[in-house]
């Protein structure tokens, strides 16, 4: 079987070796560190730093194919290792687009893909005018390294735009701005694609966030429309295809209302790679994203997206404020106790607040609004018991042995 | 997270650590060798011999709960493990019915579970009388060891039946006999118990067998009564919970009709711990077996084992007369290509005529016997695709980028 370098030692990577033992494979690791998430559950290390070349080179030693769990490893290295003759995946010149805010902007412009006003920033004349020209509604984004919400700014005011600009050029953090979209809602459109060209999407999916971090993903997107459903995964397809995208692809979408009040989609971002919102195919697909990722970037077939529930509901368990009292096993074993159905993924970190620790997946097989409703109110209360200790709706526990 | 030591380094071994991974967990593994199927994807590995004493202690250092991939562990180390505080699981005095068929046919004819007519051999005089008794439907095995097929004989005639015992009897192999079933087919009723006492039962499901291997699995059991299939499922629950089994519970049974015609169900085996017949779960039911005997042996409550289709079949590949000439990944992707909904899981072992490899899972949405009959056939062409590399039905293939 194809050996399959990862640059990257978090969730996803960890989630792709999962993957990688059923298939026969055992990815080979660029891991920051020996405790890392990955790193906890791979054979075969390398410790190093995806910044330093001779790290990426001594990684890469053998690989059929080279792929990532992150976006932030240097364009430079990347064509180096093409130039080498190295099967990078997604290549380079696809990757830039995950890489640069502004150039996945213009690029998509250019395809006709929906895309929200947008400008450059280089100064801070550019980011008065583009604030008087869409009325103030700025949304300030450093063009590369975000993620999770980190990079992306609000000004409040003028005033504030005039300030926040100044200071981030003045850190040479390069930037653009778009018009802040009047949301419905987020959705996220999948899809995998080989160096062949081959390319299978999943169903679109509602995906909701907090604080710009993704908390709760919900397949298929309850209540979108066939047409819209179609067009957010044509536009995924498309992206994929045009971009020269291998491996997964999660184009991450705004609905809102046109002027005429009809739904109307514009993207987001794009991730290539795994994402958050994929991750309810490990248990509600009958592919789940990291076989397929792996898969596509080994340029294999890809496999059937078929949902195996009407729909399935994931929520991520964030590091809550305070770490709970009771050790984790016992809060899973809580959770389990009241809910057999919840499937728990756990990523083996530490505990920090905000951080994504897990998430639960939960299957549901009544569609119904209410059906669906409560398919994510039970979702929800496992992720929170996970992260508390504590029921938020005051549920008490059986007694022993009921 | 409970750290939970394997001993054994097999696929079933590996098949565990995919699910630990998803846990949070990571396996403390009792290896052989280095290149072992299990000892492949795991981090945490003592090489050793679980024969050696000295090994086993090195293995469970540190281990919240001590577990197996076979049934091959002396019975004294287990007792001392279990002496020195070890939670061993399942404990030494259960697995004991595992290990030894003899004592399992007493102990389950005890509970007044269905068994063969049955006799230990002893003496050479013992198996001629048992012959005689059961007019020649004689099924002779080794008491101790035995797997897929080893150690079980059928003696055509009392003159054959004569000289086996005499030749096994000097080479010391403790003996039993039990009558030949008229078999109809195989059944296997699955459950898993925790050392608290919950049970979860999987449905009763086909296991069809050649050589005494198992190589197809179908599940639930086509056209089996409810009556018979909750008479099954009772079983397995009543073994498991009157031998105190903890982890995955496999009972093997004969299904067979009685003088009046009726389906009847005799025990044939017992194994303790994730099975060949349970390897569809991975695939087919919210919970796999793998999962629920890391989750049982920790004694944490037990999972949904309600399934995601109307009927999975699971296939191994076992490893042909000659090895193919293409390559496993070519012979993955033209399973892929033709069948893009079957699951492969490969066990990163070397090929050897026989031996089990790998298999594939299928799930099929239509349970009419000819849906069924189709997803069956599906499943087997991909199994002996990958083993051949030939298509058994005569299929050419799909031109290039179809």
Request: net charge negative; glycine share 8%; charged share 25%.
């Amino acid at each position: 079987m194809p050996i399959v370098t990862v640059i990257g030692d978090g969730q996803l990577a960890r989630m792709m070796q999962t993957e990688a033992i059923e298939l026969g494979q055992s990815i080979k690791l660029l891991a920051g560190s020996r405790d890392s998430s990955a790193a906890q559950v791979c054979h075969d290390i390398v410790i190093g730093d995806y910044r330093v070349w001779e790290d990426v080179e001594r990684a890469v030693q053998g690989a059929h194919a080279v792929t990532f769990d992150h976006e932030h490893v240097p364009t430079e290295f990347l064509n180096r290792l093409s130039g080498m003759g190295y099967s990078v995946q997604p290549q380079p010149a696809a990757l830039l687009y995950a890489q640069d805010k502004l150039l996945m902007r213009q690029r998509l412009e250019k395809m006709g893909a929906p895309v929200p006003e947008y400008s450059a920033i280089e100064s801070v004349e550019e980011a008065l005018a583009f604030h008087d020209r869409v009325d103030g509604a700025v949304c300030l984004k450093a063009r590369r390294g975000g993620y999770d919400g980190h990079g992306v700014w609000f000004p409040g005011s003028r005033e504030d735009l005039r300030e926040l600009v100044s200071e981030l050029l003045g850190q040479s953090v390069p930037l653009m701005a778009e018009r802040k979209v009047a949301l419905v809602r987020e959705l996220s459109a999948m899809c995998a694609r080989t160096p062949s060209g081959q390319v299978a999407a999943w169903p679109v999916l509602e995906s909701v966030q907090r604080d710009g971090i993704c908390v709760e993903a919900i397949c298929p997107a309850p209540g979108l429309s066939d047409d819209l459903a179609a067009q957010a995964r044509d536009l995924s397809v498309k992206v994929a295809t045009e971009l020269g995208v291998t491996g997964a692809l999660a184009v991450e979408l705004f609905e809102t209302t046109d002027e005429a009040g009809n739904p109307q989609i514009f993207v987001n971002e794009l991730a290539m790679r795994p994402h958050n919102t994929g991750h309810w195919s490990q248990d509600g697909c009958e592919t789940s994203q990291f076989e397929q990722h792996l898969r596509a970037v080994a340029d294999l077939p890809l496999g059937s997206t078929r949902p195996t529930a009407p729909v399935t509901v994931m929520v991520n368990t964030l590091g809550g404020e305070e770490a709970p009292d009771s050790p984790i096993a016992y809060r899973f074993a809580e959770v389990w106790r009241r809910f057999p159905s919840v499937k728990i993924h756990w990523y083996g970190k530490e505990w920090r607040p905000g951080r994504k620790l897990g998430h639960v997946n939960l299957c549901g097989y009544d569609a119904t609004a209410e059906g669906i409703a409560e398919t994510r109110k039970i979702a929800n209360l496992a992720a929170e018991y996970i992260v508390n200790g504590k029921w938020a709706d005051g549920y008490v526990g059986k007694p022993e042995n009921s």
